[in-house]
């Protein structure tokens, strides 16, 4: 009786500390073929060091101290992990059953004010698929239902634990352009003047929160989603917002300059290319949809694949995000994608990204577009250590990532897809049903 108590006392403490997050580690890899992820070219013998999860140095002829781990790369690629733009990852497990799917509310009275981090789910099927594909850290954002507004967004790690969210409440997301007008009543004449209404009402309700009248459910605007909305309109928070249309996006800079404070960041901006100089003159980032070459709606009749690099060539900070596009399960098509643009750059006419530039594209620029530059996506001194060591080119389609660190902590690299090849290979029963297997 004892031991079996003893025996399930072990158990139970193993798996708290599965749950547990793992604490930053120290690690150095040497011999690399490394990528800084800044868009600078890779250097040949680079080394990392990482102490307590932080990037201290990186580059050639790095010394390591002597108290920390060393990995040979054996000089292979070495770079940050992918930092995936715009995700729905955590949130969706599958699209058919709404029980599973938290990106949205239909029925809520909240929109602004709801908050994506408490639906994150650690353990949904998607994210150690995209971790072992060397993503590290994401973009998670809500969907808008009742609203312009869909609520704040989270960015996570993708670390084998059960503390995902890196921070909560990183930015605001808002849907403009087609799905924006009809959230707002069926037309963008619509949906400029709720959105200019809501503006209004959260400048009234910075200045005096007393006086805010929340009339509930019936109301545009709670006293919850007014309060979310603050930091939003002082410029604290970054404002994500899904436009396509060129002209659209003309609106959203033009709302920019009335109020200098939004930080706003465009998501999608299929027809970016066609007002680039505008963007850039703005010194708006963008987190683009990155293989677009066919209208798929009235909003997307001037896409193209060379949207990326147009906005670019422009002086456009451009970063890819995933949004619409198997957004809760393939982050890792990044990686491809990036590569893809790469490969523009051989097709006459086209325009596309050096090596370095499409790297960058999926790791500091995303990071740089919400403002979290300093913290994400590249191996400069001060970030955080999400490393990942590749067999071949990262940017080609057959690599796969050989090692996934995030904060210095290697990770695992199982799948739910390994576990069950592993499972059914041998269709043969043992002494219990394959169900009975753990």
Known sequence: MIRALLSLLTLSLLALAAALPAAAQSVAITNARLVIGDGSAPVEGGTVVVRNGRVVAAGKGIAVPADIPVVDAGGRWVTPGIFA??????????????????????????????????????RTSAIPLNRAEGVTRAVVAPAARGSIFAGQGAIIDLGDDMDAVTRPRAFQFMEWGETGAARAGGSRAAAYTMLRNILFEVQAYARNPGRFVDRGKDALLTRADADALVPVVNGRLPLLVHVQRASDILVLLALKREIPALR??????????????????????????????????FE???????????????????????????????????????????????????????????????????????????????????????????????????????????????????????????????????????????
């Open 264 to 297: 706003l960041v465009l998501v999608g901006a299929s027809e970016g290319w066609t007002v680039a100089q505008a963007i850039a003159a703005a010194r708006v980032p963008v987190i683009a949809t990155a293989l677009t070459d066919l209208p798929d709606s």
């Open 85 to 122: 733009g715009f995700t729905r990852l955590g949130v969706v497990e599958v699209d058919g059953v709404s029980e599973t799917d938290d990106s949205a509310a239909s029925n809520s009275p909240f929109n602004a004010a709801i908050d994506i981090s408490a639906a994150v789910n650690p």
């Open 300 to 438: 997307q009749l001037a896409a193209t694949q060379s949207n990326i690099g147009r906005m670019q060539a422009a002086g456009v900070v451009v970063g890819i995000g995933m949004i619409n596009d198997e957004d809760a399960r393939q982050a890792r098509l990044a990686k491809q994608y990036a590569g893809n643009l790469v490969a523009l750059t051989k097709v006459p006419g086209a325009s596309g990204l050096d090596w370095g530039q499409a790297f960058a594209a999926i790791t500091s620029r995303p990071a740089e577009a919400i403002g979290m530059g300093d913290e994400f996506g590249s191996l400069r001194p001060g970030r955080r250590g999400d490393i990942v060591l590749w067999d071949g080119d990262p940017l080609e389609i057959g690599t796969a990532a050989v090692g996934v660190y995030i904060d210095g902590v290697e990770q695992s690299l199982k799948t739910r897809q390994q576990q069950l090849k592993a499972r059914y290979f041998d269709p043969k029963e043992g002494a219990l049903p394959k169900a009975y297997e753990r």
